[in-house]
């Protein structure tokens, strides 16, 4: 038997070493689940047992950041698992300026996620825990009501503010608001550590897709307000995640991350093979568990197993599961690692 804990795998995988065996894990929303403290910390728990996952990625509702600003939504009314928004605080580009520094231990939402993590570590005592935070820059777009992927639309935002007249015409203001995000964030990270956190689940979401924001403009908007905020989550294992298609895993080679996640199987996307420097997260579409594919699921898993065989590697779906996800999907899914 083993005397491998969940946290010594976690970590030495992440650290670029092999392990006795894959680790996997596997995250979805609970949008039913996800408004106040209890229920996000009770629902993560009870979760990560029922499949005993290996690691828990915490999922928390997509708006929690934005919110911090003043942001409004209507939680009894969801698209897939947006909230509607209701308000802006930024409904034009020059309420940048606005946007002021918050304190996490004295801003709602910060008070609420941390007492999840909290929570959900003195239910999972053994469980690496990695919370999500989004980068600056898509924070920022969610603020103003703009998505942050190229080819959605916030639900709720008819009229956003215009890409140009945030980045261009009122760019000044768009750095402040960014670097008061970014400081924000990093206050943030600091005190998950104190909460139980082993690291984060850092999302640029669908930001690198060069439809959304060119080379330049990307390096330009994000890459500096990325490294306020994992420079101070540098105390755990962090893993990036770069959404959808067009995803760019590769731009992310020289940022301190211990783990890359991104859809190996999205249009514009390099597969496992990719000549990445961080631990590979992922290897399974998610979209299989939306429609029940027990057997692609398995043979992906597999085929991935057998490809990263030699070197450190944590199995994973490539993004959120969906929401109509089986339990025998994830029952067969989790097995894979220990068949």
């Not at 020059?94 to 007492?115: I, M, P």
């Not at 139980?196 to 959304?212: K, M």
């Not at 590979?280 to 299989?288: C, N, P, T």
């Amino acid at each position: 038997m083993s005397n491998w804990s969940k946290q010594d795998r976690f970590r030495a995988l992440l650290s670029g070493e092999r392990a006795d065996r894959p680790i996997v894990s596997g995250w979805r929303h609970f949008i039913d689940k996800e408004q106040t403290a209890e229920d996000l910390a009770a629902t993560t728990i009870s979760f990560t047992k029922q499949y005993d996952w290996d690691w828990v990625k915490i999922n928390p509702r997509a708006t929690y950041l934005a919110e911090a600003w003043g942001n409004q939504y209507d939680f009894t009314d969801y698209q897939t698992v947006f909230p509607r928004q209701k308000t802006t605080v930024i409904p034009a580009a020059d309420n940048l300026w606005d946007l002021e520094v918050k304190k996490a231990t004295e801003t709602a939402t910060f008070q609420e996620h941390l007492e999840a993590v909290k929570q959900i570590r003195l239910g999972l005592p053994n469980t690496p825990l990695i919370q999500t935070v989004f980068s600056p820059l898509t924070v920022l777009l969610f603020i103003v009501g703009r998505s942050a992927y190229v080819t959605k639309t916030v639900f709720g935002i008819e009229q956003p503010v215009t890409l140009e007249s945030l980045f261009k015409e009122h760019r000044a203001a768009a750095h402040h608001a960014l670097h008061v995000i970014s400081l924000t964030l990093a206050d943030y990270v600091k005190e998950l550590q104190h909460a139980g956190s082993d690291g984060l689940f850092y999302a640029v979401t669908g930001t690198a897709h060069p439809g959304l924001f060119d080379e330049a403009m990307f390096d330009e908007l994000s890459r500096p307000y990325d490294s306020i905020v994992l420079e101070a989550a540098s105390y755990g294992k962090n893993i990036l995640h770069t959404c959808g298609a067009y995803s760019q895993p590769e731009k992310f080679n020289d940022y301190r991350i211990d783990g890359i996640s991104w859809d190996t199987v999205a249009e514009g996307n390099p597969g496992l093979g990719a000549n990445l420097k961080a631990t590979k997260v992922g290897g399974v579409d998610h979209g299989l568990f939306a429609v029940n594919d027990i057997a692609q699921i398995r043979q992906q898993a597999k085929d991935a197993l057998t490809l990263m065989k030699d070197q450190p590697f944590i199995l994973a779906p490539n993004c959120a599961i969906p929401l109509n996800v089986t339990d025998e999907a994830l029952v067969q899914f989790k097995n894979i690692v220990l068949e």
